[in-house]
């Protein structure tokens, strides 16, 4: 069988086959959550699909190392934190927190790193400065910009053109965000304003902070290097920022910088994309407070292809939530029939398993269509259920399903936690593994030195490599 996986590039705008730089390793970079609120479903839709994507990864053998930021500057936070009237850093940190509750409910894999934007303000000015002296900036009031027209490359995954554009070297905008699909000069450093209140850096570039753009691009460098596999985002990322991205990002290294750009489509409300700006937003708290469990939440998000627009409605959980029953009554029917006795076995009828292997298989290696995956699964279900029903699956075959049940459960992440029989204090050495990573990440070395300790108590001993923390029993 073809073990190929095709992803669509929103660079070329074709499905392409995949190929990681190194062999046997991808490095992806996924741009998170701007930490100003909770999450909602909306961008969560996002994350889950960036998590098919890495357990895809996982599934078929690749080592994954995958960075998340966490945008904890920007016009939003500050804006927000002010209103609030608490400090960047306080204000900012109980949505990180949150954010973390949220994504373990939603059963989201942790990633390799989680850098946020303000424990990386040197490498960010150390870009800019790249930059500056290559020519692609200009100062104005106190704020760098990069010019546009600098960079002739500029707008290559949106299309947009700046030749057609006549505006382009002379207009400028110093919001993070901006709709309006042509090419305009943006914001590298902004000079502080009485507006921005604490949210500075004295810096040699001035005093002020960075804008959200370079910030992806300097902690994608930072943790993964000038070149890696796989970014993705929202596709409302796409245009500006991920352009801004690879104009930054290639105008200061003169390296390729990323070769497989992949986009996920919007979580709609009544036709238009949910949004905090709109206020048609619901976060996962919202939904648990309706009575809706996270994992069913997970599995509608899952169940639409990534690159299609979807709408989350009371008929979408409650399939889904009967979808969740039926795999997990099927793995209960499968363990009780290899405890059973079978005094008396029928002829074993062909239960299909090795076709829905292969069927499912090729559909997430082509471009992650687990809609169609999910299809093959389901007839499996069905199939197997009839033997089950009539005796004609003998132990070692159900033994079979079994396993691949939980294999296709290291993708979908919706079956019942097994217990933990072999070692009660995993998840906690994972947890405190994590915490360090962050404290690392943060250079509070105390607190890392300190859950070390904790980590060693607890039996294990915590190794630092280029690819992230690993660790392992003692
Ligand atoms: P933000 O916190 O606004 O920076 O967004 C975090 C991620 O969520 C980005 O990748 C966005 O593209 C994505 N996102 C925002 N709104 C939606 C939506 N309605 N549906 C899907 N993804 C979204
Ligand atoms: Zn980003």
């Known amino acids: 069988m073809n073990d190929t996986v095709t992803f669509f590039n929103s660079l070329s705008r074709s499905l392409e086959p995949f190929k990681p730089i190194e062999p046997g390793h991808v490095r992806m970079y996924t ?32 080592q994954v190392t995958h960075v998340m930021n966490l945008t904890d500057v920007d016009d939003k936070t500050i804006r927000k934190s002010r209103q609030a009237g608490l400090p960047l850093r306080q204000y900012t ?12 409910a ?26 500056q002296s290559k020519d692609h900036t200009y100062r104005s009031h106190g704020s760098t910009y990069f010019s546009v ?9 949106s299309g947009v053109d700046i030749q057609e554009d006549t505006d382009a070297q002379h207009s400028r905008v110093d919001h993070d965000e901006y709709e309006k699909d042509n090419a305009r000069d943006f914001a590298l450093w902004k000079a502080w304003s009485p507006e921005d209140g604490d949210a500075f850096w004295e810096t040699p570039l001035g005093k002020g902070r960075p804008g959200w753009h370079i910030e992806c691009s300097a902690m994608s460098r930072a943790l993964l290097g000038d070149h890696f596999d796989i970014h993705t985002g929202g596709i409302d990322n796409l245009f500006p920022h991920h352009d801004n991205e690879i104009a930054q990002s290639c105008a200061a290294t003169g390296a390729d910088f990323v ?10 409300v009544e036709g238009k994309k949910m949004s905090k700006s709109l206020g048609n937003f619901l976060t996962l708290r919202d939904l648990m407070a309706r009575g809706h469990s996270p994992v069913v939440v997970r599995y509608a998000l899952l169940s639409a292809h990534y690159r299609t627009q979807m709408n989350l409605t009371e008929e979408l959980l409650q399939a ?42 090729q559909a997430l290696f082509a471009d992650l269509n687990l809609p169609e995956a999910l299809g093959h699964l389901f007839r499996l ?16 075959r159900t033994q079979a399903v079994l396993d691949w049940l939980k294999e296709v459960d290291t993708v979908l992440a919706v079956l019942e936690p097994e217990a933990k029989a072999s070692d009660p204090n995993e998840d906690k050495v994972k947890a ?15 607190q890392a030195d300190t859950l070390r300790a904790q980590i060693e108590a607890l039996g294990y001993i915590v190794k630092d490599t280029p690819q992230g923390p690993s660790w392992r029993r003692i």
């Open 381 to 396: 279900v069905r199939h197997v259920n009839g033997l089950l029903t009539r005796g004609t699956l003998p132990p070692q």
């Open 106 to 131: 939603l059963r989201i894999e942790r990633a390799e790193h989680y850098p946020a934007a303000t424990d990386h303000i040197d490498d960010m000015v150390k870009l800019i400065e790249a930059l």
């Open 432 to 446: 405190l593994v994590l915490k360090r990573e962050e404290a690392r990440q943060g250079r509070d070395w105390a």
């Open 320 to 361: 889904s939530a009967q979808a969740v029953e039926r795999l997990r009554e099927f793995e209960r029917r499968l363990r009780a029939h290899l405890l059973a006795d079978h005094p008396n076995p029928l002829p074993a009828e062909e239960d299909g398993l090795e076709e829905a292997k292969t069927q499912f298989k």
């Open 259 to 268: 070769n497989h750009w992949l986009h996920s489509e919007h979580l709609l």
């Open 93 to 104: 940190a109980r949505f990180k927190e949150a954010f973390f509750e949220d994504v373990d």
């Open 149 to 157: 027209a600098s960079y002739p490359e500029y707008g290559r995954l």
């Open 31 to 62: 741009c998170g959550p701007t930490v100003h609120d909770f999450a909602h479903i909306g961008n969560f839709r996002t994350f889950i699909f960036e998590d098919l994507l890495r357990r895809t990864l996982k599934f078929h053998g690749y």
